[in-house]
């Protein structure tokens, strides 16, 4: 009773998926959270629910406001892509290789790690900074892309990486198994690659 026309249609849209587009301010929020209890009153379990967001703020504000509709929507699955990503790896990380107390590397750990790796290559004359081939790192991880097809990247963009960039990507991968973490990237990207090849994961 409180949307407009346009927002009423899409919060109680059922039939496959739909995508919204709206300006600041407009409502989107309102839509997502009625859309939320309407399916609920509907008769559809609230933990089967996920609504997932960009930042921590957004994603409070958003469970702050379910709350205030219905104290049985606290079983929604509330949170940003990477915590949601995070919730799934610690059940499922065990099939990349991880345990499920895995740590989380924030940008500093991994600027620290990238900086341990590069002493390793004392005998070449590098002049990009840590901070220039991590961002080349995370760059490729925004593409899914392994240290292994990491080559791929380079026949399209030569420039992607910085000199010896691939070789630092395997090694910081590899430091990264050994500390049994994953920088905020791997969040994403590994969950991908476990939804991508784990049918049973995917179900």
């Known amino acids: 009773?409180?949307?407009?026309?346009?927002?009423?249609?899409?919060?109680?849209?059922?039939?496959?998926?739909?995508?919204?587009?709206?300006?600041?301010?407009?409502?989107?929020?309102?839509?997502?959270?009625?859309?939320?209890?309407?399916?609920?009153?509907?008769?559809?379990?609230?933990?089967?629910?996920?609504?997932?967001?960009?930042t921590n703020k957004a994603a409070k504000e958003m469970r702050e406001r379910l709350l205030t509709i219905d104290q049985a929507l606290f079983g929604v699955q509330v949170g940003t892509f990477h915590s949601a990503c995070a919730r799934w790896l610690r059940e499922f990380s065990s099939e990349l290789g991880f345990s499920s107390d895995f740590t989380i590397y924030d940008d500093k750990d991994s600027l620290q790690a990238v900086k341990v790796i590069l002493k390793e290559f004392k005998d070449h004359i590098l002049d990009d900074s840590p901070r220039d081939y991590?961002?080349?790192?995370?760059?490729?991880?925004?593409?899914?892309?392994?240290?292994?097809?990491?080559?791929?990247?380079?026949?399209?963009?030569?420039?992607?990486?910085?000199?010896?960039?691939?070789?630092?990507?395997?090694?910081?991968?590899?430091?990264?198994?050994?500390c049994n973490a994953m920088d905020f990237s791997d969040l994403l990207m590994n969950m991908l690659i476990l939804l991508r090849s784990h049918k049973l994961i995917r179900k």
């Open 1 to 54: 009773e409180n949307l407009n026309l346009e927002q009423r249609k899409a919060a109680l849209h059922r039939n496959g998926p739909a995508v919204v587009f709206a300006g600041a301010g407009s409502g989107k929020t309102k839509v997502i959270i009625t859309r939320i209890a309407s399916l609920v009153s509907e008769g559809v379990h609230p933990q089967s629910l996920l609504a997932v967001t960009f």
């Open 134 to 178: 991590l961002n080349a790192i995370g760059r490729a991880k925004t593409y899914a892309c392994l240290p292994a097809e990491a080559e791929n990247l380079l026949r399209t963009d030569p420039d992607f990486f910085p000199p010896l960039g691939v070789e630092v990507y395997k090694k910081y991968q590899a430091y990264l198994m050994n």
